[in-house]
């Protein structure tokens, strides 16, 4: 009996124990079960923060920009064209001086050339006497073959009187032999007579035609004595210069080079699409899309860029000098690894106004020259930073990055010329495109615009070299 009480009241202790932990646990289950699921909070979007550019619009005058070596426009090489001794000389033939057209620049000893002269005007003279010694002679064979012929007459009548009366008996057989004799030998006289004045005409072109020998020869030996006088062909200045009185030199030897100062060229190597892009816009001035046309021959092509406008321009350090230029020339052959072709531009020095200082525009100056084209208005341009592989990144009014592909048309310093689907005032990234992600999310940073062109009626616009 008391062991059942004890056993109860253990089992009294225990339930007091357990009770209010499994109340404990009842009551929590159910508060867990009531409550309301908690509030779920979408991820935040982090926001890269880009730099940023305006597309602006303006009125562009396209160019392009190539490099090459001043050369004078003429040049003359000096050649002996007869052998001698040089026995005066200009004083102002050395290296560097300008001589004027007309102005003797030496002279190389005239006289064997003065005495070959003299020696051919001598025989012509001659020739000129047995011409008239022929022509005396003829006139004289004529007037006795008149005579002879008469005196023939005469006779022929004497031998047939004597042939009548030799029949009467008259006269005796030997008197008309002789009358027979004297007919022959006057017969003998006019066929002579005849036969020189037959022989005159062939000796006269003889005559004639050895005299145009002799004169061409004096003629040869003419401009021989002159070659031995050598002047200036134009206004020039002298190159490399190594001559000395007294000096002997050959026939066809060069002797020294001028340097023509009335006009310089510069022959610049330009990429062959640039400068059809310039001919297209030459052609169609104003148009909206000028670049759109071709020019389909090389003919066309030299036509249409001699119409542009060039400068020629030389710095070295802070000095700079420009002059005005035209192109006169394309040369014939392109370059197969650049595809350029070499146009070759004008300075014309006599053309220059007074008021301008006359800077030389020296042999060999290395020279930069621009080719200007005609203006192209309203064209969207973006700082060069912004396009990469054809395409620039645009910030879209709900901060998120697109990629748009564009078309490059020009330079101009640290601005490009493009076409594509893009308006003006639309913000391009400049800078990293490798974290521009199509559709992320972008904080907007405007760059310094200082390389804009300034807002004025035109700027101008560089062809990119290849």
């Not at 341009?381 to 709900?398: F, I, Q, Y």
Request: glycine share 4%; with cysteine.
């Amino acid at each position: 009996m008391k062991l059942r009480r004890l056993n109860l009241s253990r089992l009294a202790g225990r339930a007091i124990f357990f009770l209010p932990v499994a109340l404990g646990f009842a009551v929590l289950a159910l508060a867990i079960n009531q409550r309301s699921a908690p509030e779920q909070l979408p991820p935040s979007e982090l926001a890269t923060t880009v730099m940023v550019a305006d597309v602006v619009q303006h009125d562009i005058e396209p160019r392009v920009v190539g490099y090459g070596l001043a050369r004078p426009a003429r040049t003359w090489t000096a050649i002996a064209r007869v052998k001698g001794a040089i026995v005066e000389t200009n004083p102002h033939l050395k290296s560097g001086n300008f001589v004027k057209a007309g102005d003797v620049l030496l002279r190389i000893d005239p006289v064997d050339y003065e005495i070959a002269l003299e020696q051919l005007s001598a025989e012509a003279e001659a020739i000129h006497a047995q011409m008239a010694e022929v022509e005396r002679t003829k006139t004289n064979n004529e007037e006795s073959l008149k005579v002879e012929e008469r005196s023939l007459e005469v006779a022929r009548r004497d031998l047939q009187r004597y042939l009548g009366l030799t029949k009467t008996g008259a006269v005796s057989e030997s008197d008309t032999d002789n009358a027979e004799r004297t007919v022959l030998m006057q017969e003998s006289a006019v066929q002579q007579l005849q036969n020189a004045l037959a022989l005159a005409d062939p000796q006269t072109k003889r005559l004639e035609a050895n005299l145009q020998l002799v004169e061409k020869r004096r003629r040869a030996a003419e401009l021989d004595l002159e070659r031995t006088t050598i002047t200036a062909p134009f206004d020039c200045r002298l190159a490399e210069v190594d001559i000395e009185p007294g000096q002997y030199v050959a026939a066809n030897e060069q002797l020294f080079e001028v340097h023509g100062v009335g006009a310089t060229e510069v022959e610049a190597r330009i990429p062959l699409d640039d400068l059809s892009v310039l001919a297209a816009l030459a052609l169609h001035e104003g148009s909206a899309n000028p670049s759109a046309t071709t020019v389909n021959s090389a003919q066309s092509l030299d036509q249409i860029v001699r119409g542009l406008q060039a400068t020629v321009r030389v710095r070295s350090g802070q000095w700079s000098r420009e002059w005005p230029a035209r192109v006169v020339r394309l040369r014939e052959d392109i370059e197969r690894r650049t595809r350029a072709v070499g146009v070759i531009v004008q300075v014309d020095h006599r053309q220059i106004a007074e008021s301008e200082p006359k800077t030389p525009l020296w042999n060999d100056m290395f020279c930069e020259v621009e080719l200007m084209g005609r203006s192209w208005p309203n064209q969207l341009m973006v700082p060069r930073e912004a396009l990469r592989n054809g395409e620039v990144v645009v910030v879209t009014a709900e901060h998120r990055l697109e990629h748009r592909p564009v078309e490059r048309l020009f330079f101009h310093d640290d601005m490009v010329c493009i076409r594509g689907n893009l308006t003006a005032g639309e913000q391009v990234v400049v800078g990293n495109h490798d974290i521009a992600v199509e559709g992320s999310l972008v904080n907007s940073v405007p760059v310094d615009a200082s390389a804009t062109p300034p807002s004025e009626a035109s700027s101008t616009s560089e062809v990119p070299a290849l």
